[in-house]
């Protein structure tokens, strides 16, 4: 099972990014995913997520701006990031709460992308 994150970048604040996170392999199911951001000197946070029926969560300084979507069909999540700021600059990861195909459930992460947004 792999997770693999994309769609990071360079971007002026009041920017946009889109970013995905896709799950391959042998999986049985998909419980949720997740998506953390780390910055510099900085605590990994939870910034949101969706579980199996589509319901979300966010933190409260991303809402309204971030928009976190699936397709089941592509074992695929999408983080639309919009009206960008500064402080959004971190390594952007995704974790895929799955059971791959025989096994239980575990965490999966991906290798992280960078979101840069300049003043």
């Known amino acids: 099972v792999q997770v693999v994150e994309s769609g990071g970048g360079l971007v002026q604040a009041g920017g946009s990014l889109r970013l995905s996170c896709a799950a391959s392999?042998?999986?049985?199911?998909?419980?949720?995913i997740k998506w953390y951001r780390q910055a510099p000197g900085k605590q990994r946070e939870l910034v949101a997520a969706i579980g199996t029926g589509g319901s979300t969560n966010y933190t409260d300084s991303v809402k309204g701006r971030f928009t976190i979507s699936r397709d089941n069909a592509k074992n695929t999540v999408y983080l639309q990031m919009n009206s960008l700021k500064v402080e959004d600059t971190a390594v952007y990861y995704c974790n895929a709460i799955l059971a791959p195909l025989g096994q239980a459930v575990g965490d999966y992460w991906g290798q992280g992308t960078q979101v840069t947004v300049s003043s």
């Open positions: 392999g042998s999986i049985s199911s998909i419980n949720a």
